[in-house]
Structures are given as C-alpha cells and as structure tokens.
C-alpha cells in the first residue's frame, strides 16, 4: 500500500501466509502479510508499519491480507478528541484505587497465572487458554521496540496486566490482560481510558487499538469509543464514516 512507501524497504522483506482459520469470523479464511527481519523492525520503523495497518505479537511483524475479506479494520483514537460517555466515566471513577507501575518486559509467575484465569473465563477453548510458560513468552515478551510492561495493582492485589509500545506518533496497545472475576470491573475500559491520559501526558495524538471487525462481537467494545479513526485504502478517517465499507467483499 502506499504507505509503505515512505519505508526503508531496501531492508525490509515482506512475504504471505498460506491461508489458516480465521479467530474471529466463523468459517472464514485468513491470511497474514508478514515484514520480515524482526532483528531490523526497530521502534521507528515499527512506527511506519503501525501507520500501514500493522501490529505485533511478540517479534512477528502482521497485518490482515485475505483474498476476499476486508472486515479487518485498524483503529486509533485521537486522544485530544475523545469525549469519555457515561458509562466510561463510571468505570473510570470505579477503578481510581488501582496503582500502576511501569516495567521492562519480564516474566513473573503472578502474570501468567493471570493470564491463564483471563483466557479460561473470557476466551475458553480458544487455544490460548491452554498457553503453555513458553507459549505466553513467545507471544508477549519478545521485542525490538520501545515497549513496556504495566502492572495494575489494588490493594498489593494484581488486577491486570498490559502490554503497550511508545510509538513516534502514539501508544500502541499490544495486549491486555485481567482479573475476570471481580464483580462489577471494567477494567478493559479503564485501561483505553488509561493509555490515552498517558499518550496526553507523552504528547502523543494517537492510542493504537489493533482491528476491529464490524461482524464480531468481541471487538464491539472498540467502537464504543469516540474520536476513532480507521485506515482503509491507505487514508485514516473517522470510523462513523468507515462503517458502511467495513464488511467483506
């Protein structure tokens, strides 16, 4: 796309996956385009790609690239732009006792026990909840970027846990995990609502939210935020004027 473009592609590879189950559309097909070699993504170039509609898990380099699908949308919301509803400025107010700090990427048994309780209650028998240490290492810690690691505490209790990259341009939100058990959290809210105050306090315009698919439920929440952008044919424009073209060809 034409993004790429303002790459160093002199140094870049970039190459198709075969064709696997999609995660999120029942019955469907995907495929990947991978860049390629990680050791040369660095936080700057990484920048570029996220622009391009790329994301990362752990040193893989992706974006969608489906023969005949284009529901995969990125999104990022321009944080000076967003006006928190009703219900965010709850779950804002709700969760105002948890204390975050900032970490290098690591490994800690409390993370991934974590982890594990998330993906059983909130992702159970999608294949993550059966994530081995070495899996869970190989899918969030490996990285060539600017990337930290946020423990969310209460009450010396780990609640959640979030992974996020310090892009020129934003905050990408890599992954996010917490306690699914706590009645009344929302701490999935409060932690969009969380990386966009710090992209302000950083001086940056953008919080990168990964895809969001208008036909799957599990990225509804995406779309329930104000001042979001998607790319589609390589320009970022408001979401509101995105939807009627976010469905597969």
Same mark, same amino acid.
């Given at each position: 796309?034409?993004?790429?473009?303002? /790459? +160093?592609?002199? $140094?870049?590879?970039?190459?198709?996956?075969?064709?696997?189950?999609?995660?999120?559309? !029942?019955?469907?097909?995907?495929?990947?385009?991978?860049?390629? +070699?990680?050791?040369?993504?660095?936080?700057? $170039?990484?920048?570029?790609?996220? #622009?391009?509609? @790329? =994301?990362?898990?752990?040193?893989?380099?992706?974006? !969608?690239?489906?023969?005949?699908?284009?529901?995969?949308? %990125?999104?990022?919301?321009?944080?000076? &732009?967003?006006? !928190?509803?009703?219900?965010?400025?709850?779950? *804002?107010?709700?969760?105002?006792?948890? $204390?975050?700090?900032?970490?290098?990427?690591?490994?800690? +048994?409390?993370?991934?026990?974590?982890?594990?309780?998330?993906?059983?209650?909130?992702?159970?028998?999608?294949?993550?909840?059966?994530?081995?240490? &070495?899996?869970?290492?190989?899918?969030?810690?490996?990285?060539?970027?600017?990337?930290?690691?946020?423990?969310?505490? &209460?009450?010396?209790?780990?609640?959640? $846990?979030?992974?996020?990259?310090?892009? +020129?341009?934003?905050?990408?939100?890599?992954?996010?995990?917490?306690?699914?058990? /706590?009645?009344?959290?929302?701490?999935?809210?409060?932690?969009?609502?969380?990386?966009?105050?710090?992209?302000?306090?950083?001086?940056? %315009?953008?919080?990168?939210?990964?895809? *969001?698919? #208008?036909?799957?439920? #599990?990225?509804?929440? #995406?779309?329930? @935020?104000?001042? /979001?952008?998607? /790319?589609?044919?390589? =320009? *970022? &424009? !408001?979401?509101?004027?995105?939807?009627?073209?976010?469905?597969?060809?």
């Amino acid at each position: 796309m034409s993004q790429l473009n303002d /790459l +160093p592609l002199s $140094v870049l590879q970039f190459y198709t996956t075969a064709s696997y189950p999609c995660s999120y559309l !029942p019955e469907r097909l995907a495929r990947s385009q991978v860049a390629t +070699p990680s050791h040369l993504i660095d936080t700057d $170039v990484y920048g570029e790609l996220v #622009k391009a509609g @790329f =994301r990362r898990s752990g040193a893989f380099t992706y974006r !969608p690239y489906c023969d005949s699908c284009r529901a995969c949308i %990125p999104v990022r919301i321009v944080v000076d &732009e967003l006006v !928190p509803k009703r219900a965010h400025r709850r779950s *804002w107010k709700r969760h105002q006792t948890l $204390v975050a700090t900032q970490h290098d990427l690591h490994y800690h +048994p409390d993370h991934y026990a974590l982890y594990l309780r998330y993906q059983m209650r909130r992702h159970y028998g999608g294949g993550m909840d059966r994530d081995s240490r &070495e899996q869970y290492r190989h899918f969030l810690l490996p990285s060539n970027v600017n990337s930290s690691l946020i423990e969310f505490h &209460e009450a010396q209790q780990l609640r959640m $846990v979030s992974i996020i990259d310090r892009l +020129p341009d934003g905050i990408s939100s890599v992954y996010t995990f917490f306690d699914p058990d /706590l009645p009344g959290a929302s701490f999935g809210t409060y932690n969009i609502l969380w990386q966009a105050k710090l992209c302000l306090t950083l001086g940056l %315009p953008y919080l990168y939210l990964g895809y *969001w698919i #208008k036909q799957s439920r #599990k990225m509804a929440y #995406k779309a329930n @935020f104000g001042a /979001l952008q998607g /790319l589609v044919g390589g =320009r *970022w &424009e !408001p979401l509101s004027a995105l939807q009627g073209c976010s469905g597969c060809k």
